[in-house]
């Protein structure tokens, strides 16, 4: 997928993971841990999201994240660029909400 022009983009991950026996509970439960031990963050239920830095940076993430599918269920990932993830619509009930704003970037000069 090629985003030229775009720097910073979220990677998000959404799941639909079996948990009808103790061995698929337990391959669910690491892989949403190894989410958040890479720094993802749940958005919503079996939607998790990290902010990257580059499409590189993405990459990385992405690897990781196939590296530690679980052998049943289905994992999508998705990537989207900052200025479509602040055109997100979020409701609460019937009151609109804002969007969480992405995360402070370290700038060296």
Sequence with gaps: MQLSGYRYMWLVAMFDLPTDTKQAV??????????????FTMMQYSVYIRHCASRENADVHEQRVVGNLPPDGEVRLLR???KQYERMRVFWGRMRKPAEPPPRQLELF
């Design 80 to 82: 989207i660029t900052d």
């Design 26 to 39: 337990k391959a669910y439960t690491r892989f949403r841990k190894s989410l958040i031990k890479d720094g």
